[in-house]
């Protein structure tokens, strides 16, 4: 996976899995696998990437 011009931009969502859905009705290219955790902020977040039109990443995270 290579950098565009820059390495990612992150958007806060408030339903992941709602957005998740929309993202792959609409084709895009899912860089993750699937709807991902990690163990950041007090409950954790949700989060999964796309590429972009310029090999950019697209993050759409949920704070838990």
């Given at each position: 996976m290579s950098d565009g011009a820059y390495q990612h931009v992150a958007l806060d969502v408030e339903d992941i899995e709602?957005?998740?859905?929309?993202?792959?009705?609409?084709?895009?290219?899912?860089?993750?696998?699937?709807?991902?955790e990690l163990p950041f902020w007090e409950n954790g977040v949700k989060f999964f990437m796309i590429k972009g039109?310029?090999?950019?990443?697209?993050?759409f995270c949920q704070k838990i």
């Open positions: 709602s957005m998740y859905q929309k993202i792959c009705n609409e084709k895009y290219t899912v860089i993750t696998d699937g709807i991902e039109p310029n090999e950019e990443r697209i993050e």
